[in-house]
């Protein structure tokens, strides 16, 4: 008989065990391991599929560190058809139930740690076919430890939160949102109108591992605001995080300079990897990952479906 039930202490961090797959075991346990630490998730919100006392799939609720309502699922192991079902099911369940109006996921091609979401034809077919559709089509960049630094912008004075106080920020956002190529800044957008999802997003990136000073406004030579610049901290990796070109500022390869200096702000405070991810649609934004240094390593898929 097949039983959806939260993970027992003993079966954390490393949930379904994968015969004759140490990378794909030792990678998984390790990430939720700090999921659970960071508080990205609880033990209650990773789901074991239990069928005869054999563990063959499971899911976990993941959130923004600091939130208690769960935004996406991860670390996904369907298991066959019917187990699939029953997780995805559940999960939807549960995260309704702390508050939830809609889940996300994610499906990053090729298949990589720390996920491992091996047979991503699959994996589609079975999250669509419970709900979830396309949000974006998105390209995931990396810098690592070794690579070129990218060269700075000395065209641009860089003031920071601390000092100029969020106001500026959303301000800036909500201007160059007003053309933006991203599709889930436009659905956002349709949603709250062009403040409302400046103020969501700069929110977001808030709540996120971050120092007050990391996050910037460039002034270009007429002491105009041009370009936003916020990095940030994930359990698993250092991010670029959000990338802003105001209308103002458009056509001078600022965006490439915002990358350039969250290279940097992340570096001195000690990342050796750093990630960044734009819409597969947003060339001037793939332009700017590839000209300050970074590599195009996968390409995310994100999906989202209604509670």
């Known amino acids: 008989m097949l039983t959806i039930r939260p993970a027992r202490s003993e079966e954390l961090p490393a949930l379904t065990v994968h015969p004759d797959d140490d990378e794909r075991n030792g990678a998984t346990a390790a990430y939720l391991s700090k999921l659970l630490d960071s508080g990205c998730t609880r033990p209650d919100w990773c789901l074991v599929a239990d069928k005869d006392g054999e563990l063959v799939g499971n899911v976990v609720l993941w959130t923004i560190p600091g939130r208690s309502v769960p935004m996406d699922l991860v670390l996904l192991e369907p298991g066959d058809d019917e187990t699939a079902a029953a997780l995805l099911a559940h999960a939807a369940e549960l995260a ?41 089509d998105g390209c995931r960049f990396l810098w690592a430890d070794g690579d070129a630094l990218p060269v700075q912008d000395d065209r641009l004075r860089w003031r920071s939160l601390a000092e100029l106080g969020e106001e500026a920020f959303v301000d800036l ?12 800044f436009r659905a956002e957008i349709a949603e709250h109108g ?25 002034y270009d030579q ?16 250092a991010v670029i995080g959000l990338v802003a070109v105001a209308t103002a500022g458009r056509g001078h390869g600022y965006a490439t300079a ?31 990952f590839q ?7 996968a390409n995310r898929r994100m999906f989202s479906r209604p509670l």
């Open 96 to 136: 309704r139930s702390l508050g939830a109006h809609t889940q996300g996921h994610v499906l990053d091609m090729p298949s990589q740690a720390p996920q491992f979401q091996r047979d991503p034809q699959r994996r589609e077919q079975l999250i669509t076919a419970h709900g979830f559709a396309v949000t974006r």
């Open 173 to 184: 956002l909500a201007d160059a949102f007003a053309d933006t190529k991203d599709s889930i």
């Open 194 to 218: 062009l403040r409302g999802a400046a103020e969501r997003n700069l929110a977001d990136m808030l709540d996120m591992d971050h120092e007050r000073d990391w996050f910037e406004i460039g």
């Open 222 to 237: 007429q002491d105009r605001p041009v370009a936003a610049s916020l990095p940030a901290r994930t359990p698993s990796s």
């Open 258 to 288: 915002v990358v350039a200096r969250g290279t940097s702000v992340l570096v001195a405070a000690g990342a050796t990897e750093i990630r960044g991810d734009c819409d597969a649609g947003n060339l001037a934004m793939f332009k700017a």
């Open 291 to 297: 000209r300050a240094g970074y590599r195009n390593f």
